[in-house]
């Protein structure tokens, strides 16, 4: 039996150079499914455009702009939004990507948000340990991994000694405590760090605990595919020292490289290695520290990783499949037809 056509509404606009590949190539996989339509998101067609299923990535975007004015007609037109889907009663599925909030949003703002959490059908989890609101209806779909999106960049031979970096800089991902713990490494180490600072004053601040060390090289900036690759590559092994790990697609990134990652340990990271290889997902408790460092470059050179990690559960038309069956789940729950 032929499952009729469902029409889906993304929360992200058509994808450009700098749009996360993770979006770009959900879009792809789901419009490779040929009983699904994926419609990329603008005011006019969520207010007016007709479609089965809302789904939203990161609901706080919507409600942001360049100024205060434009900050505020969007956060109206987002109560617009919410109003349509209830009154219709249109199913909204939800990928939740972080556990929580950012700080300094404000009371409308959560006021809002809140509007879009009472209104979701199906919550898609990109793993099991994701905690859930009592109650929740949950599926589970893993993020796909990243070896088509690189196939084609040139590689690099990896340098004995090198550490990577790569991905936004955020506070809270803690490269200045990666720069801080490698100065202490022996003279023939290296590190590149490469991303987008959040504000130049944390590019300062890394910058400032990075002087005088030239074995430290710091691109601030958008990276391009071959910058990414190329820090990637030539390490011997990528560091991502988030003081919070959830759902990581930095790890994922260089998984898909088939280089080793160095992340805090927890029960997502633990199950993680359980899955790919132990040997590719090097894990550490507490403060990250030169110690930490330099024993896991010693266990890397005594024992490096063989073959390729296991990716083989992330394949991106099994997560464009599972993704069109989350969407007429969420239909049915609404007792319409899926």
Known sequence: MTSRRIVVLQSF??????????????ARAIRAQPDAE????????????????????????????RTPSRALARQLLTALLLLRLSLLRTPVVRTVHNLGLHDGIGRWRRFLLRGFARLTTVRIVLNPQTPLPDGAEAITILHGHYRDWFDGVPRRSPVPGRLGYFGLIRPYKNVRGLVDAFRGLPPDASLQVGGRPSSPELAE?????????????????????????AIATSAQLVVLPYREMHNSGGTLAALSLDRPVLIPDNDVNGALAAEVGEAWVRRYSGPLTT???????????????????DLSARDWVTVGEEHVDAYRHARRLRGLPA
């Open 205 to 229: 601040e890394i910058a400032a605990v990075a002087s005088g060390d030239d074995r430290i090289a710091l691109s601030f900036g958008f990276l391009t595919d071959d910058e990414l690759v």
């Open 38 to 65: 994926l419609l990329t998101f603008s005011w006019r067609t969520a207010l007016l455009g007709r479609y089965d299923v809302f789904h939203i990535h990161w609901p706080e975007i919507l409600l942001e702009g």
């Open 13 to 26: 606009p058509e994808p450009r150079a700098t749009t996360n590949p993770y979006i770009i190539m959900l």
């Open 291 to 309: 110690e930490t460092l330099e024993r896991t470059l010693e266990e890397l050179q005594a024992d490096p990783p063989c073959g390729q990690p």
